[in-house]
């Protein structure tokens, strides 16, 4: 289909008949089009992104060294003291004040250098744009949470969340686990892919036929101011809350774009990526907005193949 653009200073806007047009398909396929569109016009400027190395394309999954200064994770990792007061483990969402949103955004500028831009690019193929942001600390201990049960995040195929460690995770530390793409495809085809929060287990190979190959659990060791980042729609993943210590942790969660993703920065500043955790669905919004936010519209329609497959985009839409 003929898609028209609108130029509005440094972004472009998509015209309101082809936004319409994929709004009107489920959730998840308005966002593949949308990221379909971005990456059409990512490859009219740029050309196809050069090939990487790392595990991000293969596995789903990559470590980023030295993402930030380890001295800088330190320093947040005093504030979020200071700032939670009384804890609730295993996870407690950090309350933050302007001026703690303002100098994590900030932020952002050290987590996104020139070689994390390029390998976010070659993955989705296009430019990109943070969504969101949110800052927690896990410690051992408390009752236990879903999220420390095998999962995959519902949001946008796309989707790719930066785990950006102010603490170092080492085998007896809080973190996160991993199973690859092909492992969580394998997974998908013996049906288990987007478990109700009552259906999660802790143990996947509970999840495969008696004798089958167990999958290999992808489990990194950090160093302060390391990063993991990964695809959270497509990737089976649990958190681990270690036997002492805690993890904080600054999350940076990353949709396509049409244009570079400081556009977005210079022109709306940051405070619109902390959401508010009741609205933090990333699945519910119109992604052909400039900002986004929650778009109620949309209905629970079954989950289609390609999703529980774990593909980028459906077949046909590139």
Not at 17 to 33: K, L, P, Q, V
Not at 36 to 62: E, F, H, N
Not at 129 to 152: A, D, I, K, M, N
Not at 254 to 269: A, C, E, K, M, T
Request: hydrophobic share 40%; charged share 20%.
């Amino acid at each position: 289909m003929k898609v028209d653009f609108i130029r509005d200073g440094d972004h472009l806007r998509v015209d309101d008949a082809t936004a319409a047009y994929f709004n009107e398909m489920d959730h998840h396929e308005a966002h593949a089009g949308y990221h379909t569109i971005c990456r059409s016009v990512y490859r009219a400027a740029k050309g196809v992104p050069p090939a990487l190395g790392g595990d991000l394309i293969s596995q789903g999954i990559d470590v980023i060294r030295n993402c930030i200064e380890p001295g800088t994770g330190a320093e947040f990792s005093a504030r979020i003291d200071a700032a939670i007061g009384q804890s609730t483990p295993p996870n407690t969402t950090v309350p933050l004040n302007d001026e703690f949103r303002a100098d994590l955004g900030a932020l952002l500028h050290q987590v996104l250098s020139d070689a994390v831009v390029a390998m976010v690019e070659h993955y989705m193929g296009s430019h990109f744009r943070v969504v969101q942001c949110q800052l927690y600390r896990t410690e051992t201990g408390g009752e236990p949470h879903v999220s420390f049960l095998w999962h995959r995040d519902m949001e946008p195929m796309a989707q790719v969340h930066i785990m950006v460690y102010l603490t170092a995770s080492g085998p007896d530390d809080p973190g996160t686990a991993f199973l690859s793409v092909e492992d969580t495809r394998r997974l998908a085809d013996n049906g288990y892919a987007f478990p109700q929060f009552a259906e999660r287990i802790a143990d996947v190979a509970q999840a495969l036929p008696p004798g089958a190959q167990a999958p290999k659990v992808i489990r990194p060791d950090l160093a302060a101011g390391d990063a993991t980042i990964f695809g959270a729609p497509r990737l089976l993943h649990r958190g681990v809350d270690g036997r002492g210590g805690k993890r904080d942790v600054f999350l940076v969660n990353l949709l396509p774009s049409l244009v570079p993703w400081h556009h977005d920065i210079s022109r709306f500043g940051t405070g619109h990526l902390f959401w508010d955790d009741a609205i933090s669905d990333t699945l519910l919004t119109d992604p052909f907005a400039l900002i986004l936010k929650p778009a109620p519209r949309f209905s629970g329609k079954p989950v289609s193949d390609w999703v529980i497959k774990g593909n980028l985009l459906p077949d046909g839409f590139d």
